[in-house]
């Protein structure tokens, strides 16, 4: 098991930014690679960003492409989502997710772990 943990969650206005982050506890995932994914109210899991386990590839949504950054730290144990000029459509539950294989794959039949959630919701 590679247990996940993301925080920087919150309430914020249209506009403005926050950054999630996914740490892992006592276990490196520094050769996997990391996604995020959000879930909105009565909407499917979706795609948001993947990185390598490099960090020197990422991935995108097409809704989030020029908005968001995903980067991973200098250890590689953490993965970062930055979010800047946040719209309402952005509210949902962020999830991440690793994958050991480094697959930047886009399905959550892709990743093998995955955090609890960190709650975004932008106000308009």
């Known amino acids: 098991q590679v247990p996940l943990v993301e925080s920087g969650g919150g309430l914020v206005q249209a506009g403005g930014s926050l950054r999630l982050s996914c740490a892992t506890l006592g276990r490196t995932f520094s050769t996997y690679a990391v996604g995020w994914f959000r879930q909105a109210p009565g909407k499917e899991r979706e795609f948001v960003a993947a990185?390598?386990?490099?960090?020197?590839?990422?991935y995108y949504a097409d809704s989030v492409k020029g908005r968001f950054t995903m980067s991973r730290g200098n250890a590689k144990n953490t993965v970062y989502l930055q979010m800047n000029s946040l719209k309402p459509e952005d509210t949902a539950v962020y999830y991440c997710a690793a994958d050991p294989r480094d697959n930047l794959g886009t399905t959550h039949l892709d990743y093998d772990y995955w955090g609890q959630g960190t709650q975004v919701t932008v106000s308009s």
């Open positions: 990185i390598s386990w490099s960090g020197d590839n990422t």
